[in-house]
């Protein structure tokens, strides 16, 4: 529908006007059933605010966008409102993780030090609304980079928690938190997650993504065509740097029932994707069609290198009318593009699956094909 600028300019100006209050990278937003939005993670920003943002800082703010309030051309505004959640109790930023002994190299301020001996939002978080009314944190969505090649800044950490929220305007909204269950195996970056529609929406199933064992990869002349340096790192390792190899799991988490308050995780299968190291999977998508059959779109073996070109297509197996848990694996044809960093996929109306991707140019594709 039609929004008037001024609204428009509400909407995409969240106020200013703390330190607690900056811009966003990378951030999720989660719809609540009174139409709210709950929007949390991602960095700080590199905005020119006081304190200066240190490496990998992650917003410790979670905003409510209110959509009534929004409406009301008084104060469009007044919509968004923030709490800050950094020393809540049970909140991951007042979480102390098992260990973290940072490196000389790191050269950290006492801030970011202090900050890194406990838990955070992550960078790219994926969560849920759960029937219960409970937001589930997944914790997939860790971070690499070139910056941080030796990992160190890196939270390695099993850990999932769940937010509660209460009330329903600006004055009387409260969070809560609480730790949930543990993943399986330490928590990975860029996988994709999707509530299963073969199991009427009772388990969320976490398909690939990176393990993050160092800061990335290298692989000498793998961008040649690349002549600029940016600020942080030096050309020739930029030309070299392929981000982390993705992987071909599949973690299961079953929802909370009567049988078990939080739910749990499973790992279910390490080779979930295919037989093959080539099968690897990173930054990529699930689609869940109305078919409930589910396509895994875009991504690679890493983050800004070895596409994998081919969607796969996940068919349910049912034994007499009953979801058996297995899906049957088929390739389809080859995209003509690579979609690697940050690209996208959705679900169009006349059923067509729509793809894009992140800027086009290196290290975020491959060769010198236009990305459209």
């Not at 997650?193 to 398909?207: A, C, H, Y």
Request: glycine share 8%; proline share 8%; aromatic share 12%.
């Amino acid at each position: 529908g039609y929004m008037p600028n001024d609204h428009l300019t509400a909407f995409l100006h969240t106020p200013l006007v703390e330190y607690g209050c900056r811009l966003r990278w990378y951030p999720h937003a989660v719809p609540l059933l009174d139409g709210r939005m709950v929007v949390m993670g991602g960095y700080i920003g590199f905005d020119k605010m006081v304190p200066d943002m240190y490496p990998f800082e992650i917003n410790h703010r979670v905003e409510f966008f209110d959509y009534d309030t929004f409406l009301n051309r008084s104060d469009p505004q007044a919509a968004w409102y923030d709490i800050d959640v950094k020393d809540y109790p049970n909140s991951p930023f007042n979480t102390s993780l098992p260990q973290w002994a940072p490196k000389a190299t790191t050269n950290c301020i006492p801030r970011q030090c202090e900050a890194y001996k406990r838990d955070a939002i992550k960078l790219y978080p994926q969560n849920y609304l759960l029937p219960d009314g409970r937001i589930y944190l997944t914790r997939e969505g860790d971070f690499n980079s070139l910056r941080t090649v030796n990992a160190t800044c890196i939270r390695r950490t099993k850990f999932t928690y769940f937010l509660n929220v209460s009330g329903s305007t600006a004055n009387d909204t409260k969070v809560t938190f609480s730790r949930g269950p543990d993943r399986p195996a330490l928590v990975t970056n860029s996988g994709t997650t999707v509530l299963d529609p073969n199991t009427n929406g009772q388990t969320i199933m976490l398909i690939g993504g990176m393990n993050i064992t160092t800061g990335g990869t290298m692989l000498p002349g793998l961008y040649p065509q690349l002549q600029e340096a940016s600020d942080f790192v030096t050309t020739s390792s930029a030309r070299q740097y392929a981000g982390s190899r993705g992987s071909r799991k599949l973690e299961v988490y079953t929802l909370p029932d009567s049988n078990s308050k939080d739910g749990s995780w499973q790992m279910k299968d390490t080779a979930f994707l295919g037989d093959f190291y080539s099968d690897d999977r990173t930054m990529h998508y699930a689609i869940i069609l109305p078919t409930k059959q589910i396509l895994i779109v875009n991504g690679g073996n890493y983050d800004f290198a070895a596409p994998v070109f081919y969607p796969l297509l996940l068919t349910p197996i049912y034994k007499s009318g009953t979801f058996a848990g297995n899906y049957i694996r088929t390739r389809l044809a080859p995209s003509p593009q690579p979609r690697l960093y940050h690209n996208i996929a959705l679900l169009l109306a006349d059923g067509r699956v729509y793809g894009n991707d992140h800027f086009g140019q290196p290290p975020c594709k491959d060769g010198d094909s236009p990305l459209n």
